[in-house]
């Protein structure tokens, strides 16, 4: 079966920091690009964060900006995404989701209608 599957997520104090990972079954993310989003309460869900196939380009949303960092280990087949300096208003599910698209490109990465595989979701609750 292929898959996404998220981990890393939890309970952390407000400035703290949490690392989540995006591993893949059934299939290899080297060609893929993946994006994180997430869904908070009551609120749409949005990306935060992409990165191309080759690890090459990233992008933020500009509420993650200079304090979550996405990365990616192809010989690990996993992603990731550093939190630090962690907020309240970060507190949501979070979603890795790939989109085939090889090299440095997006591939509309970010967006949700062109992602093509999505994770089930972990929830990071930023509380004091």
């Known amino acids: 079966q292929l898959q996404l599957v998220e981990s890393g997520g939890g309970l952390v104090q407000p400035g703290g920091s949490l690392r989540l990972s995006c591993g893949a079954s059934g299939f290899t993310l080297d060609t893929y690009a993946i994006g994180w989003f997430r869904q908070a309460p009551g609120k749409e869900r949005e990306g935060v964060s992409c990165i191309s196939s080759s690890g090459g380009n990233t992008k933020y949303a500009d509420s993650v900006k200079g304090r979550f960092t996405i990365s990616r280990d192809n010989a690990k087949n996993t992603v990731y995404l550093q939190m630090n300096s962690l907020k309240p208003e970060d507190t949501a599910v979070y979603y890795c989701?790939?989109?085939?698209?090889?090299?440095?490109?997006?591939?509309?990465?970010?967006?949700?209608?062109?992602?093509?595989?999505w994770g089930q979701g972990i929830l990071v609750t930023v509380s004091s």
């Open positions: 989701a790939a989109v085939w698209c090889s090299g440095d490109y997006y591939c509309g990465c970010g967006t949700d209608r062109y992602m093509e595989r």
